[in-house]
């Protein structure tokens, strides 16, 4: 059987974390890998699974969230910054964007340097609605995130962002040998 979590770190799941340890054509490296990319996965589902359930209560989904806290947070944004800030399709984040509009909570505002571009922008029931949450959110956040330190936090944060970078530099490198 694969590596497991110890059950004092277990994620309710007794699915291996990777393959054989003893499989020969899987080498440490590999084996290294696979587990952190499933306790990651893992971990992301978990702490997920708090953040929609806390937004749903306000009749919104996490990606509704994501672009509500984002005009929040950085202002009116070209629909391209929003897309690309909460990593979602394009015509993903027209979907998102036409059903906050629907609710009244953002709305569409014209770009004078490009009449093709379009602004996002939070109406006031929109600002009111993250001022009153987003603290909730925070919290419940804060909470979740408890099983590390705050420098535990902050370590696992930049070695993610670290590991993020060389990932997307590598599929930079593969998509262009393509």
Not at 77 to 83: C, F, N, P, R
Not at 128 to 142: C, D, K, N, S, Y
Not at 149 to 155: A, C, I, L, P, Y
Request: one cysteine or more; charged letters at 20%; proline letters at 3%.
């Amino acid at each position: 059987m694969g590596t497991r979590i110890g059950r004092k770190h277990s994620m309710a799941s007794d699915a291996p974390l990777s393959p054989d340890a003893h499989d020969p054509h899987v080498d440490a490296a590999s084996l290294a890998a696979l587990r952190l990319w499933v306790i990651m996965s893992r971990a992301h589902a978990a702490i997920a699974a708090h953040a929609s359930a806390d937004v749903a209560r306000h009749g919104l989904t996490l990606a509704e969230f994501a672009i509500l806290e984002a005009l929040y947070h950085r202002g009116p944004m070209l629909l391209g910054e929003v897309q690309r800030r909460i990593l979602v399709s394009s015509g993903g984040i027209t979907f998102l964007v036409d059903r906050l509009t629907a609710k009244g909570l953002v709305e569409r505002r014209t770009c004078e340097a490009d009449r093709r571009a379009r602004y996002a922008a939070l109406t006031p029931a929109g600002t009111e609605l993250v001022a009153r949450i987003f603290p909730q959110h925070a919290a419940m956040l804060t909470q979740v995130m408890q099983g590390l330190t705050v420098d535990e936090q902050s370590t696992a944060a930049d070695q993610l962002r670290t590991l993020g970078l060389h990932a997307a530099n590598e599929h930079h490198k593969v998509s262009s040998a393509v």
